[in-house]
């Protein structure tokens, strides 16, 4: 009887410890978890070696695709799920466009009615007049500002970049001054390294002016052929205007002008990249379905409004977004190396580098942490938008 009640005193024991165990455990775990996921660490690797700062990021993209349908059609099937890789060519959804090409046939009849159908319609044509006189004037000046620069934010960028030009100048014979004097141990390499970045720096701020200049000439460029294309259509109507007392054949042909033009829009939007026959693919040349809003019978393009039928991500714009307190983030530039450790497999190593520090600091977890990009220098399948990864800065 006694031994009985030994045994089951230690059976008891060994109960209440396995039970304390299960939920200490998880509570240990927890605490790890929060331990490595404190935001940052410095490792230093030796004396004298390098420090790394360690930081939790998130898999994200730079670049993804919507592709939209402007004209009437169904969905017949969808042959894509959300989250699956696709590269150029692969079919996503397949639609039925009968209604749509019957249209176009619909118009190309009204084209042949219209070179034997006769209408005349007297109008007053001068407020016609008057917006063309004006369309034209625009485009004058337009061009000017297009070929001359003569708008003022032109010219203020221009300006800019002349400055700017000057002050890369004046910085590289300033860093070859400070490179004579490195080299005879005038002054330490730390300040002919920020020599060097004062020069990157300058590089940069000339390279985003005249990337300005060139998306302000771009505008203005799409305005002038906007202008031209409003030009023409008004011009159209007032020709047909001028005619309407006249022969009626004549003035048929603006008629039949005008029906072509309309059956060349509806033409061109099925001119699209992604369009094959009756089929949407991808021209992506490697991506990811991100989201699709269309089921098996979805009608699209109702009174020729975009449906949006799904968006890609550009695979090959993937990016970690790594969450680095701002204490540390002074220590880290654009270009820096880096390594991305995927959660995914804890035993793969990534190669990357930083291509973005946000200016931006937020709060989180009662921190104050600034968003710092790192693109990998090959592609893996390991890095899928929304997946999680450790990011190592390689600090000098």
Known sequence: MKKTKWIIGILGIAIIAGVTLYYISPKKEDARKEETTEVIHQIGEGVGSKSNIIAWGEVGYTNSQEINIDFPATVRSVEVKEGDSIKKGDVLVTLDMDEYKKSIQKMEQQVLINEILL???????????????????????KTKEYNQGTSAEL?????????????IEDAKKDYGKQKKLFEVGGISEHT?????????????????????????????????????????????????????????????????NLSQL???????????????????????????????????????????????????????????????????????????????????????????LVTHISKIAVQKDGKRIVKVEVKPQAPTSLLDPGYSADVIFKID
């Open 192 to 256: 002919l390294e920020n020599d060097e970045d004062v020069i990157d720096q300058k590089e940069k701020a000339k390279i985003e002016i005249e990337n300005n200049i060139r998306k302000i000439k771009d505008v203005l460029k799409d305005e002038i052929n906007a202008l031209n294309t409003e030009l023409n259509y008004k011009e159209v109507q007032l020709e047909k205007m001028q005619i309407s007392n006249t022969v009626n054949r004549d003035r048929q042909n603006v008629s039949i």
């Open 155 to 167: 010219q203020i960028l221009q300006t800019h970049l002349i400055r700017i030009n000057k002050e």
């Open 262 to 352: 309309d059956l060349e829009i509806m033409k061109n939007k099925l001119e699209k990249t992604y369009l094959l026959d009756n089929k949407i693919i991808s021209d992506m040349e490697k991506g990811m379905i991100k989201s699709i809003s269309v089921i098996e019978g979805s009608r699209l393009g109702a009174q020729n409004t975009a449906g949006r039928v799904l968006e890609m991500i550009d695979a090959n714009t993937i990016v970690v977004r790594a969450e680095v307190p701002e204490e540390f983030v002074i220590q880290i530039k654009e270009g820096d190396k880096a390594e991305i450790i995927p959660k995914a497999d804890t035993n793969e190593s990534i190669q990357a």
């Open 119 to 141: 209408e005349d319609v007297t109008q007053d044509k001068s407020a016609l007049s008057a917006d063309i006189s004006q369309i034209k004037g625009d485009i004058t000046r």
